[in-house]
């Protein structure tokens, strides 16, 4: 397990990517002593080892490098690109245009639906693809990539 976490941190540090793209990395551009293949099925498998030990892990870790860095730390900043919130109920249809502007139900260019079809805002409640459970789940993203 300890060559699987390795090749993933590595990886993600000189060539940042999925597991899956991980795991090609190590088999077909890198030499890992002590690690001839890897699959994606060990890949997930050395992470939820992780699972269990991860409060205590990542205070050794804070602490650790905070110690080795004479760190004071005042302010902590969290990556959001994929924190989202489960609703019981999403926002009201609206009808729009084809841009996704609100515009009348009179309007021959109406169709009514959540949200403009380019980008979601941030933060408003609709039906939208659950990141870990079912594709319909009422979601509120909190933070977007893309």
């Known amino acids: ?9 590595a990886g993600r540090a000189l060539a940042p990517s999925s ?4 795991a090609h990395w190590v088999c077909h551009d890198v030499a890992v002593p002590g690690l001839d293949t890897l699959t994606d099925d ?7 080892e992780l699972v269990g030990v991860e409060p205590a892990l990542t205070r050794a870790v804070y602490d650790h ?3 080795l860095l004479n760190l004071e730390v005042d ?3 969290f990556d959001t690109t994929s924190t989202y919130f489960e609703l019981d109920e999403v926002d009201e249809l609206l009808w729009r245009d084809a841009l ?3 515009v009348a139900e009179d309007d021959p260019t109406a169709v009514k639906q ?5 980008r979601p805002a ?10 870990h459970r079912h594709p319909r789940a009422g979601v509120v993203l909190a933070g977007q990539h893309g």
């Open 100 to 102: 996704g502007k609100a």
């Open 122 to 131: 941030p933060g408003r409640g609709r039906y939208g693809r659950h990141p």
């Open 65 to 67: 490098i905070a110690d």
């Open 19 to 22: 597991k899956l793209a991980a």
């Open 1 to 9: 397990m300890e060559r699987v976490l390795f090749a993933l941190v």
């Open 75 to 77: 302010l902590l900043f």
């Open 42 to 48: 060990a890949c997930y498998r050395a992470m939820d």
């Open 114 to 118: 959540q949200r403009p079809p380019r």
